[in-house]
């Protein structure tokens, strides 16, 4: 099945929430067409916070508050899709959170495990098991930027049956986009990573959100600096067929009986 999906880059102003929603608005109605759509990371409140209080300051509760509802109530009017990075508030705990909404209103949410610098002092590790979620034309998993140093993550998706990995991001080392799509090869499923530009309290980021495919290409690239909204056809069928060569299958191959230090927290020092 070919579904039209992509990715809004844009610029969040720190703490604009109001600018912020409106700028994604004016964006999304250049988006006419798309089934999915990947908004980057924490695209309500801009992410360079100083301390948790500031970045309490400008959270805000799932689905309950007013940008997943704004997400929400686009998605339902425009029957679409939308993947967003969002300043999750849930009691007295923060997350750098994605959520997922559709034309029926909220459908799940993931909270980024692996926090990035100073993250590590504003939010909490994510907490919500990786999920695969089941829409009407592919099936979607997601994860938040620095997640994409880990394998593992991108592995256990792809073995949940995720078709289409959506990566809500603020990137700023200048590798990722090279890095990234290899993940999409050793799983054979598309990424779709939307990228943040400008500059925030001295921290820039790299722009460049890309679609790569199951053999690792990148099929389009944005630029570092310019807001941009793309989309275009992805065949999830590819997704859906492991093999390697005609006698070697990405999963079936493996060999999980000799991978048991990637379930234990001890790490392997040289002798």
Not at 70 to 85: D, E, K, M, P, S
Not at 187 to 204: D, P, Q, S, W, Y
Not at 247 to 257: E, G, I, S, V, W
Request: aromatic share 10%.
């Amino acid at each position: 099945m070919t579904v039209q999906c992509g990715y809004i880059q844009f610029r969040p102003e720190l703490g604009e929430t109001d600018k912020n929603m409106a700028r994604i608005e004016s964006l999304l109605h250049h988006a006419d067409g798309a089934q999915l759509l990947v908004l980057p990371e924490l695209s309500n409140s801009g992410y360079q916070f100083v301390s948790r209080e500031e970045a309490e300051a400008f959270s805000e509760e799932i689905p309950g508050g007013p940008f997943s509802s704004f997400l929400i109530q686009w998605a339902r009017g425009h029957r679409q899709y939308i993947v967003a990075g969002i300043n999750e508030r849930s009691d007295s705990r923060l997350f750098n959170t994605a959520i997922l909404v559709g034309p029926d209103g909220m459908v799940g949410k993931y909270r980024k495990m692996h926090l990035f610098w100073d993250e590590v002092d504003l939010f909490d590790p994510g907490d919500i098991a990786l999920t695969v979620f089941n829409l009407p034309f592919a099936r979607l998993g997601m994860l938040i930027c620095f997640d994409w140093m880990f394998p593992e993550v991108w592995r256990i998706l792809a073995l949940k049956g995720a078709d289409i990995i959506c990566h809500p991001s603020n990137l700023v080392l200048p590798f990722a986009q090279q890095a990234v799509p290899v993940h999409g090869l050793v799983n054979r499923v598309f990424i779709i990573t939307a990228n943040r530009t400008g500059t925030e309290r001295g921290l820039k980021f790299s722009g460049c959100s890309f679609i790569s495919d199951p053999l690792g290409r990148t099929l389009h690239t944005a630029s570092r600096e310019e807001d941009e909204v793309y989309f275009t056809g992805l065949d999830t069928d590819r997704a859906r067929y492991k093999m390697i060569t005609p006698r070697n299958h990405a999963f079936k191959d493996r060999r999980p009986d000799q991978y048991t230090l990637l379930v234990s927290d001890a790490v392997d020092k040289p002798s």
